[in-house]
């Protein structure tokens, strides 16, 4: 069956497209001398990209825990077992993931002379990969071997403690369970993000995967069952949230909070809408080709920009002679050609990986 016509949420696919181009944008305006080619050129422009795309990753904390609170809270359960659900998770994220290292370590081999200091790094030791295969390289305060590698391991963390507390609480659709992620929620927003030392950490995020998970329980208007709490709870605790946020924003205020705000809202509002507002056939499906493909994109876009920024020095541009046009093109090129990346990887990795994945599973 083909991937899109499985059914989805239109306004997921959508926050997830928006949000997974502007990381590549950030990235783009980041690293290598293409970076400052294209802030040279066009300085507002890259200056929002580089100071403000990054905080784009918040969106795919709250649908990452949205989408879980959906799943484990579903009937089949997986909080009864968690150490099989986690494991599940951490096998969905690790097959993609460590290809995607493995092609940015051949790219740096092999480019190594055309890189620039920021791009240009060793060759890992054991103990470098052996952390990033454990998802543990932020917490063991060992460098990445890619731009979006610490995103994985935070987005496996995440999922693994809103697990554990629905194990503890014994299930999602009850109101310990809410209460105890909401609580942290609240902690997470008015102590633990503001504590920058705590970044490595999952409770320093959890205020938006927690939004997110919140935003799924009152979201579940008619599909409560007799043993489960009614969503007025949920919706409770999720105001109650929103606006211990409003006094957190208040005391210190957080773009990336006010943002993960903003789409836990709109996913309580509009989650589950069968369309988007501009609902043209060929635009839904692009949007949800690129909601797809937001993951690969998310892995492969960083290769491509090692690519595209040693292919820049060898045809011998500077970013104090090249013209703005000239840059442009280059930056679009490389733009382009993550998308093409990550629809190779999604067709011929991750989508297969599903059935790799088997070999991995707990009996």
Same mark, same amino acid.
């Given at each position: %069956?083909?991937?899109l016509s499985v059914a989805r949420y239109p306004l997921i696919?959508?926050?997830k497209a928006v949000a997974a181009q502007l990381i590549v944008f950030h990235h783009f305006s980041s690293y290598g001398p293409l970076s400052k080619a294209l802030h040279t050129a066009f300085p507002g422009l890259m200056g929002v990209f580089f100071d403000h795309g990054l905080i784009a990753v918040q969106v795919f904390f709250v649908v990452g825990g949205y989408l879980a609170a959906k799943g484990l809270s579903s009937s089949t359960a997986g909080w009864r077992t968690p150490n099989v659900a986690i494991f599940k998770r951490y096998s969905?994220?690790?097959?993609?993931?460590?290809? $995607?290292?493995?092609?940015? %370590?051949l790219c740096t081999a092999w480019l190594q002379s055309w890189l620039s200091a920021d791009l240009a790094a060793p060759y890992p030791g054991w103990?470098?990969?052996l952390a990033h295969v454990a998802m543990l390289q932020s917490?063991?305060?060992?460098? &990445?071997? &890619?731009?979006?590698a610490w995103y994985v391991a935070m987005d496996f963390q995440l999922f693994a403690l809103l697990t554990l507390l629905l194990w503890l609480f014994r299930g999602g659709n009850n109101r310990r369970t809410q209460t105890g992620v909401a609580a942290l929620c609240i902690a997470s927003l008015l102590i633990f993000n503001r504590q920058t030392e705590l970044d490595a950490w999952a409770v320093y995020f959890?205020? $938006?995967?927690?939004?997110?998970?919140?935003?799924? @329980?009152?979201r579940r208007s008619g599909q409560t069952t007799?043993?489960?709490?009614?969503?007025?709870?949920?919706?409770? %605790?999720?105001v109650l949230v929103v606006v211990c946020g409003l006094v957190a924003l208040a005391i210190d205020f957080r773009e990336r909070i006010a943002l993960a705000m903003g789409v836990a809202l709109a996913l309580v509002i509009w989650g589950t809408a069968s369309h988007l507002p501009a609902n043209h056939p060929k635009f839904q499906t692009k949007i949800q080709a690129l909601g797809l493909h937001s993951y690969a994109l998310f892995l492969m876009h960083f290769p491509v920009l090692l690519l595209t920024n040693a292919a820049f020095t060898r045809a011998g541009f500077t970013p104090e002679t090249i013209a703005p046009a000239t840059a442009l093109g280059w930056g679009i090129a490389g733009w382009a050609a993550s998308? @093409?990346?990550?629809n190779l990887f999604y067709r011929w990795i991750e989508s297969p990986a599903a059935a790799w994945r088997g070999v991995l599973r707990l009996r």
């Open positions: %069956m083909n991937a696919d959508a926050l969905r994220l690790l097959l993609p993931y460590l290809f $995607a290292l493995a092609v940015v %370590m103990g470098q990969w917490i063991l305060g060992i460098e &990445s071997l &890619s731009a979006g959890f205020g $938006a995967y927690g939004l997110g998970a919140l935003a799924w @329980w009152a007799v043993a489960a709490v009614a969503p007025i709870y949920a919706r409770v %605790m999720f998308l @093409w990346a990550a």
